[in-house]
């Protein structure tokens, strides 16, 4: 039964991709959709798996250590058994705000960070990178909505820091991030991912991003919609994945 109703949002929110994209005249082949599991059980997560989701992020660094070690374990485990289809490794996303001192543990997992808002986080993750000999992709998250008190570079600011973030051997900017605030009202998020796209075509145009530069993060189970009208190439989702699915109490997050 949860099988069978994650299947069904997992198709329904891509439909609803595909259809953004078509009003935005894109190909839905350039957005990614990173399932942020949040409170999903661990049952669920070994589903989202093998369903075939190839994206999955997480918010807090204890459960993105938890998370991406069991599903790591999980398929060694059925890699040997000659029964069990194979699945690839999921890439791994962090899209909550991450503190310098748990660079380190999400490392060894960790495909992308979304949430780089400060040089001093960027040089921890350059420090903790170097150790581990490995480039970290990373993206800048932009306070586009310029909300007191939320997390994210302001917008005066974003493009000095990029090219600081591009300074550093083991760091690799891709892109930019940015999260609209909760609303009814459509034109809100609009006006805050059309921001961010004026700041990640300035990046861009300045030619500090270099080839690997082609990332926005933009948008959420409420509003992705308008994150792809606006050019996201990446959209965090998670409410609307679990539908009718029992989950423990969520807390706000980067979903």
């Not at 994206?55 to 660094?61: C, N, P, T």
């Amino acid at each position: 039964m949860m099988k069978r109703k994650l299947a069904e949002n997992w198709k329904r929110v891509e439909q609803r991709i595909n259809d953004a994209c078509d009003r935005a005249g894109r190909k839905a082949s350039s957005v990614t959709l990173v399932a942020v599991t949040k409170y999903a059980s661990l049952d669920i997560l070994r589903a989202l798996v093998e369903l075939g989701v190839p994206h999955l992020g997480e918010s807090r660094v204890q459960e993105f250590t938890k998370r991406a070690g069991f599903i790591n374990e999980w398929l060694i485990r059925r890699a040997r058994d000659p029964q069990a289809t194979a699945r690839p490794r999921p890439k791994w996303h962090m899209v909550g705000h991450l503190q310098r001192n748990k660079v380190k543990s999400i490392l060894p997992w960790v495909d992308l960070i979304h949430s780089v808002d400060s040089l001093r986080l960027a040089e921890e993750i350059d420090a903790q990178s170097e150790r581990l000999d490995r480039v970290t992709p990373v993206l800048l998250q932009v306070n586009a909505a310029d909300e007191p008190g939320k997390n994210g570079v302001a917008v005066a600011a974003t493009t000095h820091l990029a090219e600081q973030i591009c300074s550093l051997d083991h760091v690799e900017l891709r892109g930019l991030m940015t999260m609209a605030p909760l609303s009814d009202d459509p034109e809100k998020p609009r006006y805050v991912f059309g921001r961010a796209r004026e700041l990640f075509d300035e990046v861009i145009g300045d030619r500090m991003g270099g080839p690997a530069f082609q990332e926005l993060s933009m948008g959420m189970s409420n509003d992705f919609e308008q994150g792809i009208e606006a050019g996201a190439t990446l959209v965090r989702v998670g409410s609307a994945l679990f539908e009718g699915i029992e989950l423990a109490p969520q807390p706000i997050s980067a979903e």
